[in-house]
RNA sequence: GCCAGCGUAGCUCAGAUGGCAGAGCAACUGAUUUGUAAUCAGUAGGUCGGGGGUUCGAUUCCCUUCGCUGGCUCCA
């Protein structure tokens, strides 16, 4: 809708809101902000001019984004008033809410959160107005100085504008570029979550701030709604689900970051591993098996030992020092190394379960997405530079596939050169390039991640969801010019020449025991019959059925169905409860019915019964869906 | 590693100003022979995460250490 269009508004200077009133725009509560020829703007901002105005309503994305945004200034406002002495930082939107960053003599506890919380309530209902002026970075420079605001100062010397743009509201300013709501008791529904330590831009050697989140919703019904999902996303926490499944546990005793694989969660990884490797066998990879200790000296080749050196464990062995793998690459090098390999032998591809043991920092492990065990599904490719492209091509196809089998959606990201790494500006440049292409061939949407690289290479990230909508890595694809030049690995060209080829690392799932963590939450535990370490149970009604159970169970483990029995002297409504507690796909009922045609009544997972069958066809049945 | 929070029976959680540690479920034993999400009864179960200190006395207060959770930083 065009402002113009109405001689009154054309006539003379009128804020948006107004002109948006005067434009008949609906729902006028809801506005929060602006958009002026498509820049998002305050409702207070003056149009004296033809433009073309879109109301931003605060249930969309910008909307929300504002509202939060001035969520966080509310917040700051309070603060600085029940804490004299506090300095302001910064204070974004985020998904769901927002959070401000503090300097203050002691760290924010949880307890110091219901009293701000009171105190934004009450600035709420005082429906402050926020407004905006402009001035010179030095009078801000100056403002912020007289408050003792050194990290505003800071920020404004940084960003080195002539001008900048601040918020009011009541006693407190920010530097801010806006836009805001345009007053505070536009908030309806907020709360504080938790307080966190967050160091001043990103920075573990500038000083440590206490950040506060908080969450803000357009109203206390999709508030309460958000925390209900929250509530239900810790239900599907694999840390809790995966004990409670039998799957996996960790004992204080051995250590941190170290997984213990009880037996259903041994044989969920088998079957994970030799899908896997059936899948790798199939796309011509090769099987490879490399030690766990290499010698210090082959790290220091390698550049690892430089600059991996404080994620590596060392030992030593008869006075000789050894790193114990964090990676697998040196092996499948020494293996394509040690013969001569011509043109026609490319690409190779080597494929391994590879265990390694990487020392994370204590304060990043969390449950199995992040440890200090793990195993890659890892594969390191070489090939000549002209098969680069298809190479990557044939990853990502790759990647497609497996995670169309999980049914998992995911974002992809190029990671570009680090500040610590090794290798020619070339050869980043060729590299990146090349992961560049694939992707634009593969018609794939991607973010860049500036510095985010290996030491020794570009790559692509694949970043799976956790039931707290929380991003881990899993697939990744690194290039690599750098490795097949500290080995020498050569090949033999069409000319009879020696030269350098090239190497993808690449892993699909990642790590084993992260992705069986993203897969407990994905399925909240009830696995797909074809990965269920047990896929059904069978549940006698009374002991004159064990005979034909003890029966039906043999048949079904000699046809390789993971099968489990209960005959235990129980009622059924119990054994049932408990199967179901497990998830396992099938429940196999086995009374006098079923005895008497030899054959099993089966209830699903989600409370159905299929009609009474005799084994064979249950066989036929489970097989079919197993794969 | 840093900031905040947490650690009581296998699990979920009570508890007290510093004075013999409590429940439900699970486990075990017995009875029961049961038809689709919990049969009944009884028994046993704890260095109150570990170590040190203060105290007549510490699970409780202090220090330290290990582990976990949410963030920061880092990463598969």
């Known amino acids: 809708m065009k402002t113009g269009e109405d001689q009154e508004i054309q006539a003379g200077s009128m804020s948006a809101y107004d002109a948006l009133a005067k434009l008949g725009v609906k729902g006028l509560d809801r506005v929060v902000a602006v958009k002026i020829n498509g820049e998002l703007a305050d409702l207070t901002t003056a149009i004296d001019s033809q433009a073309e105005l879109e109301p931003v309503y605060v249930n969309s994305t910008e909307g929300l984004q504002t509202l939060r945004h001035s969520t966080s200034h509310v917040m700051a406002m309070a603060v600085k008033d029940l804490f004299p002495g506090v300095k302001v930082t910064i204070g974004p939107a985020v998904e769901d809410g927002f959070y401000y960053d503090f300097d203050y003599e002691r760290p924010f506890k949880e307890e110091d959160l219901p009293k701000i919380q009171e105190k934004m309530v009450e600035i709420i209902k005082k429906n402050i107005p926020f407004a905006c002026t402009e001035m010179t970075s030095q009078e801000a420079i100056d403002f912020f100085q007289g408050l003792g605001e050194e990290y505003k100062v800071e920020l404004i010397n940084d960003l080195g504008a002539e001008k900048v743009s601040m918020y009011t509201q009541g006693s407190f300013t920010d530097l801010c570029r806006g836009p ?18 967050a160091y001043w831009r990103g920075d573990e050697k500038r000083p440590m701030l206490s950040r506060i989140y908080g969450i803000a919703f357009e109203n206390k019904k999709e508030l309460r709604q958000h925390i209900k999902k929250v509530e239900e996303a810790k239900k599907r926490n ?13 004992y204080d005793e051995i250590g941190s970051g170290m997984i213990v694989w009880h037996p259903k969660g041994a044989m969920l990884r088998h079957i994970l591993e030799t899908f896997e490797i059936r899948e790798h066998l199939k796309r011509g990879y090769e099987l490879v098996k490399g030690p766990s ?5 082959l790290w220091n080749k390698s550049g690892h030992f430089e600059h991996y050196r404080e994620h590596m464990y060392f030992t030593e062995i008869d006075e000789q020092s050894y ?59 070489i090939c000549t530079p002209q098969q680069l492209n298809d190479e990557i091509k044939g990853v990502l196809d790759f990647v497609r596939d497996i995670m169309g089998i999980f049914e998992f959606d995911y974002e992809l990201e190029v990671s570009t050169r680090p500040e610590k790494s090794i290798g020619t500006d070339e050869d980043w440049d060729m590299a990146t390039n090349a992961l560049r292409n694939a992707m634009e061939d593969s018609h794939l949407q991607y973010d860049i991640n500036e510095g ?18 929380r991003r881990w890595q899993c697939s990744t694809i690194q290039c690599d010019f750098t490795l097949p030049e500290r080995f020498d690995l050569v090949y033999i060209d069409k000319d009879g020449k020696k030269h350098r080829p090239v190497m993808i690392h690449r892993v699909i799932l990642g790590a084993i025991e992260r992705f069986v963590g993203i897969l407990i939450e994905h399925y909240a535990g009830a696995f797909p019959t074809w990965l269920a370490p047990v896929q059904a149970v069978i549940l006698t009604v009374t002991d004159r059925n064990i005979p034909h159970g003890e029966e039906v169970l043999r048949t079904l483990k000699e046809a390789n169905i993971r099968v489990d029995a209960d005959f235990r002297n129980e009622k059924l409504g119990l054994k049932v409860r408990e199967s179901q507690l497990q998830k396992i796909p099938y429940m196999l009922i086995l009374g006098d019915k079923e005895c008497d045609i030899k054959g099993v009544t089966p209830r699903l997972r989600d409370g159905q019964n299929l009609p009474l069958m005799n084994t064979k066809e249950f066989i036929d049945l489970i097989s079919q869906e197993s794969k």
Not at 238 to 250: D, I, M, R, S, V
Not at 293 to 297: G, P, S
Not at 333 to 359: Q, W
Request: aromatic residues 8%; positive net charge; glycine residues 10%.
């Open 452 to 469: 985010d690289g290996a030491f020794y290479g570009p790559k692509i990230d694949v970043k799976l969801k956790d039931a707290l909508g």
């Open 180 to 197: 805001h709501i345009p007053s505070t008791g536009m908030i309806k529904a907020f709360a504080l979550t938790k307080v966190a330590g």
């Open 238 to 250: 694999h840390a809790k689900l995966g004990p409670q499944l039998g799957l996996f546990n960790t």
């Open 323 to 381: 790193g114990i793998k964090p990676m697998n690459c040196l092996a499948h090098m020494l293996i394509y190394r040690s013969k001569i390999r011509s043109y026609r032998d490319l690409p190779k591809r080597y494929f391994e379960l590879g265990t390694v043991h990487r020392h994370e920092r204590s304060g990043v492990l969390h449950g199995l997405l992040r440890v200090r065990e793990f195993t890659q599904d890892d594969a390191h490719i």
């Open 293 to 297: 200790l290499l010698k210090t000296e």
